[in-house]
């Protein structure tokens, strides 16, 4: 070798040349990018970059199908991804969908639940629509509620118009214009288009505190709330009956000042994926962002036309 070469100086270690190769590839994603060209891995590193906490390795915000490197043509938010909501986002054009709940039926995506496991025809039958369709799937759920300001409260408080009701030291609590149970049932129903509303309580019962629980959070926290002593009533998600709706019929029967009301777990979180396409808009700009909404289950659902 000629000691006077003026060639570039060789790369001595591995670290060197990661280095050097994650420059380069850095550099290539810059010029992708700059030509509307992103792919679906991207999106997430900058989703990573973007939020307000660090991030955990024990998530359920993974990848759940589809080639995490091939490239987005448009990006999908939903409450839950559905089959129906699949075909929809498809249909625009959308190929990667960013969903808050599990695509597979079971929270961690797997098909151990089911059982014929893998071989079940409504699980095989949703898989191979986002084979066909090359639809790229990744949840967002842990990191959305962790985030500095949990997003699914932020859209569900949007949509309800109850920011300046908001606690100021807990932002689950809210302190709304005294009405009856009754009333405030059929003001949420109308704002969150809930077909079908579930009570517990006096429908004439006078409340003015309001604590809210989206999802399914579970006995411990639902209850915690009605233990507040000025909390009226409770707007939870998917409370199992045998748990907070048996709890607070007996506090009613008891004499106690408590009320519930059963949104269902996707009208109560629904609105919070709204906010996460509004909120990948500022900063994921090379493709279109849409929130596609999932339907109410509960709604009368027509199968196909055949």
Partial sequence: MNPNNNSPKALNSIDEVAKHGMLLTDALFEIL??????PGHKVIERIKKNLGVPWKNETVDTFKSGDPNAKVTGIATTMMSTL???????????NLIITHEPTFYDHMDTSK??????????????????EDHH????????????????????????ALGWEKYQDAT???????????????SDEIQNKLGIFVM???????????????????????????????PDVDLLLAGEPREWETVEYVADA???????????LSHIPSEQFGMDECAKWLKTFVTEVPIEFVPTKDPFAPLKPPQK
Avoid: C
Avoid at 135 to 158: K, M, P, S, Y
Avoid at 204 to 209: E, G, I, L, P, S
């Fill in 33 to 38: 990018a700059a030509k509307g060209i992103v």
């Fill in 84 to 94: 129906d909501v699949l075909q929809r986002a498809a249909a625009k054009g959308d």
């Fill in 113 to 130: 639940e089911l059982p014929m496991g893998e071989s079940d025809p409504v699980l095989t039958e949703k898989r191979k629509f986002i």
């Fill in 135 to 158: 639809l790229i799937i990744w949840r967002f759920h842990d990191h959305w509620h962790r985030n500095t300001r949990d997003g699914i409260l932020a859209g569900e408080v949007h």
């Fill in 170 to 184: 807990n932002p689950y609590l809210f302190t709304v214009p005294e009405t009856t149970v009754g009333k405030l």
């Fill in 198 to 228: 579930r009570v517990v309580a006096d429908r004439d019962m006078k409340v003015k505190r309001v604590a809210f629980s989206p999802g399914a959070s579970g006995f411990h926290r639902e209850v915690g709330a009605l233990e507040i």
């Fill in 252 to 262: 009613i029967a008891e004499g106690r000042h408590k009320a519930l009301i059963i």
